[in-house]
């Protein structure tokens, strides 16, 4: 089926990427996909994945790329993702955008818009000291922020370019109150010929 709409989000940790996500999906009637939600819920609950990724996700670094590519692979081909979804990051690496091509044309679907979700350094790295304050995640120690963020520098970051070169590049400053968030990428996106159905 290709009728239905297929987003990506990226963006820096803290750039409010998990927030804007749910509000989106539910805008186009599509679900939010959150690899980051997939591997916290595995390691809550304790699963075989879990228990391979927690460390991992505690350093800070990235899961590696075919642990995460098949998390993903099997995901969306879970019929609510059949007609459409918003994956929230993912893909993180070349390797990832690779396999989401692949994925993607056996379907002989594509991808319809890339939100970058924008935000400077020193506002993410205060909203990511809050959180841990708040909810006390494990990878939101003040070094394994910065860890997580050099990381997005070095791995993440590039692939912007990549998508920008596609033509699927859709920019979003991701400062402001929630709301206001959500609905500049709602007007970037109708902008860009990508319209929300609800
Ligand atoms: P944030 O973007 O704030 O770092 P996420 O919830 O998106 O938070 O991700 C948390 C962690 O989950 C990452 O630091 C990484 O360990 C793991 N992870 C999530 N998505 C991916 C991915 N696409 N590739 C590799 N690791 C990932």
Known sequence: MTSGTRLLLIG???????T????????????????????????????????????????GEYVPDDITNAIVAQRLREPDALAGFLLDGYPRTPEQVAELDR????EHEALDAVVQLDADTD?????????????GRA??????????????????????QHFAQRDLLVKVDGLGAVDEVTQRILAALAAFGVVASR
């Not at 805008?27 to 460390?55: C, E, M, Y």
């Not at 994925?103 to 056996?106: H, K, Y």
């Not at 506002?123 to 909810?135: D, F, M, N, S, T």
Request: aromatic share 4%.
């Open 103 to 106: 994925v993607l044309s056996a």
């Open 20 to 59: 804007q996500a749910s509000r989106l999906a539910s805008a186009f009637g599509v679900p939010a996909i959150s690899t980051g939600d997939i591997f916290r819920a595995n390691v809550a609950n304790q699963t075989p994945l879990g228990q391979k990724v927690k460390a991992i996700m505690d350093a």
């Open 12 to 18: 820096p940790p803290g750039a409010g990427k998990g």
């Open 139 to 160: 990878d939101d120690t003040d070094e394994v922020i910065r860890h997580r963020l050099s990381v997005y520098e070095q791995q993440t970051a590039p692939l912007i």
């Open 123 to 135: 506002e993410v790295v205060a909203r990511l000291v809050k959180r841990a304050a708040e909810q």
